[in-house]
């Protein structure tokens, strides 16, 4: 069962999810139960509720013994809450009541009897007195006319809508005397199916203002109630569930939810956040920093002058995200438009099972959380480290291709001296030989040929490795829109989600 602070609870989630209209009822009556806790909590109020000509202000006198209310044998007389005190006092309790016909009676302090004007009344501020004292007393007995025990007014109106208070209600067969015993036990069998059809305990007591019948029961049920000093409590607790069934049955579930997949919505970001772009500068930067670092020491510094992809996005600097900007194009129109339809859907999916006007508060507040998502996409980028780290080999190649190129230099200035020789006519010296060929001409041809097929072949690794960075990179970029998402979207989402389930574990 409810209790009261998790109806608190529920209404703080509700607060922000649901129209105040809806609330204000719930809100309302906690604020009596918190008002009738410190006005007088060991006072019980007893309100006696019933139609015209129900014998409600006779029984009144029957359980007082004394005339205290007024009585007409042709027409309704009760037309404003008189309020009996036993033992004195109450006057701050009755003051909130709002009742200012008041009369004491001697007996054990504590218990008040209220007869409230007749609930069929022709005026309608009479009726509006009657259910305003039965939202806030503390124990209601229900005055049953034995003729008219199933009166529209009094069941629909006032003993239904106390379904949960079964505990602090009492219903009254009154003028049993007018019926045989037969009819009498018919009547009551009636009024007890009726009760229990709307979860009151079905025990109905008989009574008669003009005999004395079942005034000394009723009167020691209500004793035994104002001596307990529980009956507060019990209202409390009742008014606490059918506020929590009122909340519940306005909310109530409309179809299954989804369990939220953000999996489109990550692909979707991912085309809007251009990580296939970064994808590809990472591989173009990748290649280039690998002809730089092994192509031929005299070409290599050609490709220098081809712009560095990743630079030209600004991802090649090792600074925070939050201080620096890419240079990626904006998501186009419909790149943008696709996110956010395919945020939505997720929203949609995940809410379907919430009433309309719950659902409709929760798509209102993730558009702010889809607008700092899309919002959010650079940054995410940015914050991916996608900078090109030379592998250690690459240095290793970049002197042999510098071991190379000297070795033809080295056979090119030996050649040339041998020319010198040869033009100044002066003794040539003996060539050592590498087999067939001079070591002046094999040093020239193997250090270039060499050195170009070193190159091409480790330009071959290069576009494989390319290929392995670019996929981490891919990654590691995924990984950060998923990130992103997460933080800025499906986080804010779930906790809409989990208010709606905590609230629907409380009022459901």
């Known amino acids: 069962m409810v209790n009261e602070q998790q109806l608190r609870r529920a209404i703080a989630i509700a607060e922000e999810r649901l129209p105040e209209e809806l609330i204000r009822p719930t809100k309302a009556a906690l604020e009596r139960l918190d008002e009738r806790a410190r006005i007088e909590p060991d006072r019980t109020v ?60 001697p007996g054990e302090q504590g218990l008040i009897l209220l007869d409230l004007p007749d609930v069929d009344s022709v005026v309608t501020a009479h009726k509006a007195v009657t259910r305003r004292l039965a939202e806030a007393v503390d124990v209601l007995v229900w005055v049953l006319d034995p003729e008219k025990y199933a009166d ?63 005034i000394a029961e009723l009167r020691a049920r209500l004793d035994g109630i104002a001596s307990q000093r529980s009956a507060r409590a019990a209202r409390a607790a009742a008014d606490v569930a059918r506020a929590a069934r ?58 220098r002058f081809r712009p560095d992809p990743l630079k030209r996005l600004h991802l090649d600097r090792d600074v925070s995200p939050e201080l620096v900007r890419t240079s990626l194009p904006a998501p186009t129109p419909i790149q943008e438009s696709a996110m956010r339809s395919e945020a939505f859907r997720v929203v949609d999916s995940a809410t379907s099972g919430m009433p309309q006007v719950w659902r409709s508060s929760v798509v209102n507040a993730m558009d702010t959380h889809i607008e700092e998502t899309v919002a959010g996409l650079d940054r995410a980028i940015a914050s991916v480290d996608v900078r090109i780290r030379k592998p250690k080999w690459w240095t290793l190649i970049s002197w042999l291709q510098w071991l190379l190129l ?91 989600l989990a208010d709606w389930h905590e609230f629907r574990a409380i009022v459901g």
């Not at 003028?175 to 079905?202: F, I, N, T």
């Not at 290649?287 to 070409?299: E, H, L, N, S």
């Not at 490795?465 to 829109?481: G, H, I, N």
């Open 46 to 105: 007893v309100a006696m509720v019933g139609a015209t000509g129900s014998g409600k202000s006779s029984l009144v006198n029957a359980l007082v013994g004394a005339d205290v209310a007024r009585v007409a044998a042709t027409r309704p007389t009760t037309s404003r809450a008189k309020a009996i005190v036993f033992g004195g006092g109450g006057e701050a309790l009755l003051d909130w009541l709002e009742i200012g016909e008041r009369v004491e009676m």
């Open 152 to 214: 529209a007014v009094i069941h629909q109106e006032f003993i239904a809508p106390f379904a949960t208070h079964g505990e602090v209600a009492v219903a009254v067969v009154n003028k049993a005397d007018r019926l045989a015993e037969d009819d009498l036990a018919h009547v009551l069998s009636d009024v007890s199916a009726l009760c229990a059809s709307y979860g009151l305990p079905g025990e109905v007591l008989p009574t008669s203002a003009r005999t004395g019948d079942g």
């Open 246 to 303: 009122a909340l519940g049955e306005l909310t109530e579930v409309v179809g299954h939810e989804t369990p939220v997949d953000t999996g489109a919505l990550v692909a979707s970001a991912s085309r809007a956040a251009g990580v296939d772009l970064v994808t590809r500068a990472v591989s173009g930067s990748t290649v280039r920093a690998g002809r730089a670092a092994m192509g031929w020491p005299v070409t290599r510094w050609l490709a």
């Open 406 to 496: 000297a070795a033809a230099i080295v056979g090119a200035g030996w050649l040339g001296l041998v020319w010198l020789l040869d033009y100044l006519k002066m003794p040539e010296p003996d060539l050592p030989m590498a087999g067939p060929i001079p070591w002046p001409t094999a040093l020239v041809l193997g250090g270039l040929l060499l050195g170009l097929l070193l190159g091409i072949v480790c330009m071959v690794f290069v576009r494989v490795r390319a290929k392995r960075v670019a996929k981490r990179a891919t990654r590691k970029l995924t990984d950060s829109v998923t990130a992103a998402i997460r933080e800025r979207f499906e986080t804010p989402l779930n906790a809409e």
